[in-house]
């Protein structure tokens, strides 16, 4: 079923799901080179040569699917979100998987209807960090189109020249560094607001604002071709979390912590019961 969700500036990874953890099959995609011994000659070779680049996007329709499988008993698929959105090295205590990713650089963008997603998310998920690596963004319709039309080529491929063009450009390693407006903003004005604790359940799915804002502000720069964060796009940057803050908020703001709570609460929606 997720066979065709995985692409990687346009190569195939369909190998990377062959595993029933997809969790592993993220590794997988990433993994790095293993070395083994010749039976033969007892010399040490390389037994998998890996993937050497270590960028991965997914492009999963029905997140559904994935919240489903981080319910199943030593499923690692939760862990690996979890630490793939730390930067640290993917590599799973399983009996199965022996494989590892060094340096990963991991990006997903995934859909859900709001039904689906406060049926499947689970209160493990949002206690544990799960949720809170995720920027969540509500989208709906506001209009009717019954015959809609494809998106001008024309205009579309400006788009794409422009990303292809900043993409190239960045191959290489650079640091990201903040100019002095935005360390005095940061420090006196912004950072003290978005690290504070917040209660409840709202409170664990946005309590990563700080690194999520600044995440979000190195792309704006980097997308602006520039290597200094500059106030515009830290203003970016904040702008986005707060569309993604108040998506929280309209997604789990009335949701109870307590599972008994939530079902008694669900059943009376449907209207007066004794």
């Known amino acids: 079923k997720q066979k065709t969700a995985y692409d990687v500036d ?52 029905e997140f559904a699917g994935a919240m489903a499988q981080t319910k199943r008993d030593g499923n690692t698929l939760s862990m690996v979100i979890r630490t793939a959105w730390d930067g640290d090295t993917l590599d799973p205590l399983t009996k199965t998987s022996k494989i590892k990713a060094t340096n990963p650089h991991i990006g997903w963008v995934s859909h859900i209807t709001l039904f689906e997603l406060n049926a499947r998310l689970s209160e493990v998920e949002i206690f544990n960090g799960y949720a809170n690596r995720i920027l969540w963004v509500c989208a709906q319709r506001k209009k009717l189109v019954a015959w809609p039309e494809p998106m001008d080529p ?42 504070q604790d917040k209660p409840g359940m709202l409170g664990c799915i946005t309590n990563r604002a700080e690194a999520q804002v600044m995440r979000l502000a190195m792309i704006y720069c980097l997308l602006d071709q520039k290597q200094i964060i500059s106030v515009d796009h830290l203003d970016a940057a904040l702008a986005f979390w707060q569309y993604c803050a108040d998506s929280a908020a309209f997604i789990f703001g009335g949701r109870q912590s307590d599972n008994v709570s939530q079902q008694i609460l669900d059943a009376l929606k449907n209207g007066p019961m004794t």
């Not at 595993?19 to 010749?38: F, K, N, T, W």
């Not at 491929?157 to 560094?177: G, Y």
């Open 154 to 195: 024309d205009r579309l491929s400006v788009f794409q020249r422009a990303l292809t063009r900043i993409i190239s450009a960045n191959q290489d390693k650079i640091i990201i560094k903040p100019d002095w407006q935005v360390k005095e903003l940061w420090a006196d004005v912004h950072y003290p607001v978005l690290s």
């Open 10 to 61: 346009g190569r195939d990874c369909s190998a990377a799901v062959c595993s029933s953890d997809l969790g592993e099959g993220i590794i997988y995609a990433v993994r790095d080179s293993q070395m083994g011994i010749d039976k033969k000659t007892g010399e040490e070779i390389v037994v998998d040569p890996g993937v050497e680049d270590k960028r991965l996007f997914v492009a999963d329709e």
